[in-house]
């Protein structure tokens, strides 16, 4: 069953750095999102993207924060000066169009650690 | 704006016994809601969603939901639990994202599910 991979599982960084988080959406999917969830809290909506733009995004979406689908696989989610409050699992997703009924599939996450 | 709240942050149940998960919503409009369901590593699966028509929706791994728009629930109930169940589960309300016709999800905090033999 096709399924949407993330890497790295895992990132360590320090305060102020740059980071990319990668995700490989479901091939024939045409939208994207990213969600992310501090420790303890809710899993909050970021962003979702279709046709190369940003469609929506929340407060949480600073400029700090861009998206990009680089080629036809990837969808990448830079944070560009990390903060000890990014620190959080950030989930990535995506559904095969864009209808209400239509299901999101989530990776298993990336859990980045801002020291 | 649309909320989810989980009341149960964690619940011990022993196998073989019955499970409700409770969910209530707030949303200003028709709500579209979801059930997933994380396994440690895993990402979020969806376990069953309701938009329209019958309020007793029936999902994968022997799972359902009752939407009561009078009590702004959604609650999850499993007749039977086995040990497999042990997981996080989210209740989460879609609100549209105009002009472009998908949604965004709104999570509540979680339920986090034990078994016991």
């Known amino acids: 069953e096709p399924e949407v991979t993330q890497t790295p599982s895992h990132q360590v960084t320090q305060m102020g750095q740059e980071v990319i988080l990668r995700c490989v959406p479901i091939s024939n999917h045409l939208y994207f999102y990213w969600y992310r969830q501090i420790l303890g809290q809710k899993v909050e909506f970021l962003v979702s993207?279709?046709?190369?733009?940003?469609?929506?995004k929340s407060e949480i979406f600073d400029d700090q924060f861009s998206v990009e689908r680089p080629d036809g696989s990837n969808f990448t989610l830079k944070i560009r000066s990390t903060k000890l409050e990014d620190s959080a699992m950030y989930f990535c997703a995506s559904s095969e169009s864009g209808g209400r009924q239509e299901t999101q599939y989530f990776g298993p996450g990336t859990r980045l650690l801002v020291l | 704006a649309q909320s989810v709240t989980q009341p149960d942050i964690h619940i011990t149940v022993s196998e073989g016994a019955s499970l409700e998960l409770r969910c209530n919503y707030s949303?200003?409009?028709?709500?579209?809601l979801f059930w997933y369901v994380q396994s440690p590593g895993q990402g979020l699966q969806l376990l069953l969603k309701y938009f329209s028509g019958d309020t007793l929706v029936q999902g994968i791994k022997g799972f359902e939901a009752e939407f009561k728009r009078s009590q702004s629930s959604f609650n999850l109930r499993k007749p039977s639990v086995h040990w497999s169940d042990a997981a996080e589960y989210f209740c989460a309300v879609g609100a549209l994202i105009s002009n472009f016709g998908n949604e965004k999800l709104t999570f509540g905090t979680g339920t986090r599910l034990t078994i016991i033999p």
């Open positions: 993207f279709y046709n190369n733009e940003i469609s929506e």
């Open positions: 949303y200003g409009a028709t709500p579209y």
